[in-house]
């Protein structure tokens, strides 16, 4: 099993910005993907940014050329680097990790943007 434990998260102006954080720990060497998911209120998680083991990145259209998604294979920590924020970006944002077998989800972190 994986767990997975975010950080970072908390109320913002529109315009700033904000870095999450994701530790992992358990059975790492069996995660093949990890991704930042966002949901707002009223609306179902939506994914904002994936990476993959080997760096490939990918995110919603939403978010590109704002938010950046990296990871610390050292800390075993995958971080999301959120600029620009708008208030549409509000919402609890958790850390996925994917294997073959299962995904495991953090407990999330609530995100304001206001206006």
């Known amino acids: 099993q994986v767990q997975l434990v975010e950080s970072g998260g908390g109320l913002v102006q529109a315009g700033g910005s904000l870095r999450l954080s994701c530790a992992a720990s358990?059975?790492?060497?069996?995660?093949?993907?990890m991704g930042w998911y966002r949901q707002a209120p009223g609306k179902q998680r939506e994914l904002v940014a994936v990476?993959?083991?080997?760096?490939?990145?990918n995110y919603a259209d939403s978010v590109k050329g704002r938010f950046t998604i990296s990871r610390d294979n050292a800390k075993n920590t995958v971080y999301l680097q959120m600029n620009s924020l708008k208030p549409e970006d509000t919402g609890v944002y958790y850390c996925?990790?994917?294997?073959?077998?299962?995904?495991?989800w953090g407990q999330g972190t609530q995100v304001t943007v206001s206006s």
């Open positions: 358990g059975s790492i060497f069996s995660i093949n993907t």
């Open positions: 990476i993959l083991s080997g760096g490939f990145t």
């Open positions: 996925g990790a994917h294997t073959t077998a299962r995904s495991s």
